[in-house]
C-alpha cells in the first residue's frame, strides 16, 4: 500500500498590520509571511476501511475532528466524494498555540498530501480556495514561499524570497489564544503602522539590513503588554546581538534574525535561563 511524505514548515510574519475590524468579525489585515525550515511531518498511508485515522507522538494536540489535520482530510474526501480512508502520523516538531501556524500548516500538507494520494489532480488554487473553508493561514500555507496576504490573510500574491539567515525562535511556556489577541486589539492604539511597502523594498533589493528594519506587527501591543515575559524576550534577543526581533504572529513565539552564524551561538546563549524552547532555523528560500 503506498504512503507518502509532506512537511509542514512553520510560519513567521515580517510584517502583520491590522487595518479594521470588518463588519463580518474579521479583521482585515495586511501580512508579509515567510516560512522557516522548522516543520512538522505528515505520513499519509491509504486504509483498507473508510476511515480518517489520526496519531501523534505530541501528546498536547487533539486527534479527533478538532485536529486541522483531520478537517482538511475530511474536507477534501467528502468534497470530491473519495470513498477511501487514511491513516496520517503527524510527527510534531512545530511547537503548539505558538504563533507560528503549525496546524494551519499541517491542514495545508494533509490537503496537499491528499491530493497526491488519491490522484485527484487539484490545482494549487483548487487546493487555496479548499484550504480558505478551514482557516485564513492555510492558502498561504499550500502556496509556501513569501506572500503579501491582505483580506482575512487569505489573498495572496507571491513576492520576492528574503534574504538568507538564520532565524532563532524562542517560545516562552504560556499558550496565548490568537483570538483572544484580535478581540483585545484596538486599531486606535497603534500610533505607527508598520510598512508593507518598505518591507517589499528591502525583499525585493535583497537587503538584510533593510528588511531587518521594517520588520513590524502590530499585535505586539495585546501581546507584549499582557505577557512580560515575550518582552523579556525580545529586549534579550536584541541585548545579545540580533539583527533583527519581532513576536510572530499573535505570540507567544519571537523570532531573532542574523546573518552572520558566530552571533548564533551568542543570541542562543544570551536565552539560556529565559526560556527553554529555543529553535535555530534557516529561511526557507
Ligand atoms: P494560529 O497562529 O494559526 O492561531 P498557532 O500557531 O498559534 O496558530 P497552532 O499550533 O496551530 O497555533 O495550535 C492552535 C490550537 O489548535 C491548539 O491549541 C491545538 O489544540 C489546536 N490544533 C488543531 N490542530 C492542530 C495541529 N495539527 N497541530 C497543532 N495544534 C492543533
Known amino acids: 500500500m503506498s504512503k507518502i511524505y509532506e512537511k509542514a514548515p512553520a510560519k513567521i510574519n515580517l510584517v502583520l498590520d491590522v487595518l479594521n475590524k470588518r463588519e463580518d468579525g474579521f479583521h482585515e489585515v495586511e501580512m508579509v509571511m515567510t516560512m522557516v525550515d522548522l516543520a512538522d511531518r505528515l505520513e499519509m498511508e491509504e486504509l483498507p476501511r473508510d476511515q480518517i ?19 482538511a482530510a475530511r474536507l477534501i474526501k467528502e468534497r470530491y466524494g473519495v470513498k477511501r480512508g487514511v491513516y496520517i502520523h503527524l ?7 505558538a504563533g507560528l501556524a503549525g496546524g494551519s500548516s499541517d491542514a495545508a500538507a494533509a490537503l496537499r498530501g491528499l491530493n497526491r494520494l488519491w490522484n ?6 483548487e487546493l487555496e480556495t479548499l484550504g480558505a473553508e ?26 520576492s524570497p528574503p534574504p538568507q539567515c538564520w532565524v532563532i525562535l524562542a517560545k516562552p511556556p504560556i499558550n496565548v489564544s490568537t483570538a483572544d489577541v484580535y478581540g483585545k486589539f484596538r486599531v486606535s492604539d497603534i500610533p ?24 513590524g ?55 539560556r535561563g529565559f526560556c527553554k524552547e529555543v529553535y535555530v532555523a534557516r529561511m526557507l528560500t
Open 217 to 271: 506587527n502590530v499585535l505586539e501591543s495585546v501581546t507584549l503588554n499582557r505577557y512580560p515575559e515575550v518582552k523579556q524576550i525580545k529586549d534579550c534577543m536584541i541585548k545579545s546581538g540580533a539583527d533583527g526581533v519581532l513576536m510572530s504572529g499573535s505570540g507567544p513565539t519571537v523570532f531573532g534574525l542574523v546573518s552572520k552564524e558566530v552571533k548564533v551561538a551568542r543570541v542562543y546563549n544570551g536565552l
Open 120 to 125: 485527484l489532480n487539484l490545482s494549487t488554487e
Open 91 to 97: 510527527d510534531k516538531q512545530i511547537p503548539v498555540a
Open 134 to 159: 478551514l482557516g485564513s493561514d492555510i492558502p498561504f500555507c499550500i502556496r509556501g514561499g513569501t506572500a503579501l496576504a491582505r483580506g482575512r490573510g487569505e489573498k495572496l500574491e507571491t513576492i
Open 192 to 215: 505607527k503602522h508598520p510598512s508593507v511597502a518598505d518591507m517589499m523594498g528591502a525583499l525585493s533589493r535583497q537587503s538584510f539590513h533593510d528588511m531587518c528594519a521594517s520588520l
Open 53 to 71: 485515522v489520526l496519531s501523534s507522538q505530541a501528546g498536547f494536540i487533539p486527534l479527533d475532528e478538532k485536529n486541522l489535520a483531520f478537517q
